[in-house]
């Protein structure tokens, strides 16, 4: 679709006053939760409980972004608890269609992340299988870290197969997305731009989420 989604990241946030973080992010289309287990990504978020706590909280829908292993034990878990979206890794499963699967019989969209060094190519012929495609445009497991362009061809790759289709997936990136930068993404394809930084650190976070959008759609 022509949409533009605009989806703030938590990982920026106060930690210590996360309702009041999630209110702050009120215009933005879904929050971004990013889930870390030290193992998969060197880094360390929170779980099922605390992202439980956030869909009870938030006045936007979750999309749940797993930078965990286990996928095919942990995720279903995640679209249970009622997130609208719950996104593994390709890497983290040999099963990505059959998990897909399962998540959306329980309710959610799935989506499937690709780490900057893996390839988009066997996923193509099973797009129709995910609604959506994050392509990482950092590696995972910090904030704050520059955008890649190196990953627009990746990204212009899977938009122009998804149009030929017919398809309606959500192409998401992920990553460094700024004011300076979303106008590139969007222009490679993208339609779901997560931010952390630009939007949690700005004074205020309803002008960054509209001025982001403004940027996506010139
Ligand atoms: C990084 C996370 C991102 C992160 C983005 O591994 O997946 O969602 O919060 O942060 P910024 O927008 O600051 O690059
Ligand atoms: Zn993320």
Partial sequence: DAAVRINPS???????????????????????????DNHFVPNLTFGP????????????????????????RWAPGYAEL???SVTFHAEATTQPVALARRLREIGARAGVALKPGTGIEPFLEH???????LIMTVEPGFGGQSFMPDMM???????EH??????????????GISASTIAQAAEAGADTFVAGS????????????????ERALL
């Fill in 127 to 133: 797009i129709d299988e995910f609604d959506q495609v």
């Fill in 82 to 84: 009622g997130a609208a």
């Fill in 49 to 72: 409980q605390m992202v439980e706590r956030i869909q009870q909280t938030s006045p936007v829908p979750l999309d749940v972004h797993l930078m965990i292993d286990d996928v095919d």
């Fill in 198 to 213: 630009a939007v949690f650190g700005s004074t205020d976070p309803t002008e960054a989420i509209a001025s982001l959008r």
């Fill in 153 to 159: 061809p990746k990204l212009a790759l899977v938009a």
């Fill in 10 to 36: 938590i990982l920026a946030a106060d930690f210590a006053n996360m309702a009041a973080e999630l209110a702050r992010i009120a215009s933005a289309d879904f929050v971004h939760v990013d889930v870390m």
């Fill in 162 to 175: 998804a149009r030929r289709r017919g398809s309606d997936v959500w192409l998401q990136v992920d990553g």
